[in-house]
């Protein structure tokens, strides 16, 4: 059954640290895969204090496709990263999609996400690990297990209908439901500043009645060439102080309201590049 708000252009979300290694084929792996979809797109990166060559590598892109790059002066933080580039892509896009910069998210599956929000009345979707079809490939051991037992564990404190994948970084979001996100919390859409940024935002979503749904994907970690960045043993005490600060944050009785008010970057330094009307050279702008 179709929707009546139909997805016409999505806005692609990577936030990204030290990325030169995989950027450039995610870049191009997306400009291949959205330049024939039926909606429009727009992929804002968030460089967030690169020191290696990130912020130039999207900056070069910008000329063949449409890329915003927002700069962190200093590194803030994956958590900092996904506040700045939700709030800034929640102006840009009807459906928001954030992907790892690492390589590891095929930008197929973007299509299915529009595809699913077009028939179905859902606040966001989710390219889980644990739906039937999906397969891993490449990553180590230990972090499967980690993903495994977290998923348990959400499912048995902080259940919430249709969700198995509780930590992916590969989500769509519609523009009216982060709207109401970034309106109830604000400046505090994202507290946590390392991985567990992903569940404390879901957790959110959870807090004010946001529907949910599921799809397959393949996740492909045996594409990435740079080294991770995670830390296991803090993500893991992470994990239960985010549950315990949340578990209890239940959907209130009526919706908040979205008001479809642009929605303000938190203040960072910044610069973003467009491509210019006529598609030739990037236009940069600053503020702090």
Known sequence: MKTKDTIKNVAVVLPAYNEEKDLPALLARLRETLSN???GYRVIIV???SKDRTAEIATEAAKTMPVHLVRHGVNRGLGCAIQTGLSEAVNHGDLIVSMDADNSH???YIADMVNHMNTHDTGFVIASRFQKGSVVKGVPFIRQGMSWGCYLFMKSIVPYKNVRDYSTGFRGYRATVLQKLIQRYGGKLVEESGF???LEVLLKLRAIGAKAAEIPYTLRYDLKEGVS???ILRTIRRYFSVVNRYRNALPPKSPVA???RPIPVPAVQRVVVRLDSGGTQPQSTEAS
């Open 229 to 231: 960045k995670m830390r």
């Open 37 to 39: 979809q039926p909606f």
């Open 106 to 108: 095929d930008p197929i």
């Open 258 to 260: 979205a008001t479809g």
């Open 196 to 198: 567990v940024c992903m």
């Open 47 to 49: 460089d967030d204090g």
